[in-house]
């Protein structure tokens, strides 16, 4: 239902924009999350947006060249990644999970999250 897309491979400082698109319902209620795992290491938190876009939240280590947008009539979640760094290097997913009474720093954690993309990789050169 949820289907990431747009990595590849780029050099140190480059850009890319992910793309999560879903089907088969709308998540137009729901915040949605980007995550990303490395190899041999735990799949962690990059950033979320709330379903009005009013709210996102970033990990420390992507703020200030990260963005998560979403376009709710489309059903897409984005993550545009500028100033990309070989760190960055890893297969990225999207989530989606119900909005509900918790402040934004609950949706760190991947238990939030009731929906998850196949992840799409980005590898990112030095």
């Known amino acids: 239902q949820l289907q990431a897309s747009g990595g590849g491979l780029v050099q140190a400082g480059g850009s890319l924009r992910l793309s999560c698109a879903a089907s088969g319902r709308t998540f137009n209620n729901y915040y949605m999350g980007w995550f990303r795992q490395a190899p041999g290491k735990e799949r962690e938190f990059v950033a979320v947006?709330?379903?009005?876009?009013?709210?996102?939240y970033y990990a420390d280590s992507v703020k200030g060249r990260f963005a998560i947008s979403r376009d709710n009539a489309k059903n897409t979640v984005y993550l545009q990644m500028n100033s990309l760094k070989p760190e960055d290097t890893a297969v990225y997913y999207c989530?989606?999970?119900?909005?509900?009474?918790?402040?934004?720093?609950?949706?760190?954690?991947?238990?939030?999250?009731?929906?998850w993309g196949q992840g799409t990789l980005v590898t990112v050169s030095s």
């Open positions: 947006i709330s379903w009005s876009s009013y709210t996102t």
């Open positions: 989530a989606a999970a119900p909005s509900r009474d918790r402040g934004i720093s609950s949706y760190v954690y991947t238990s939030v999250y009731d929906y």
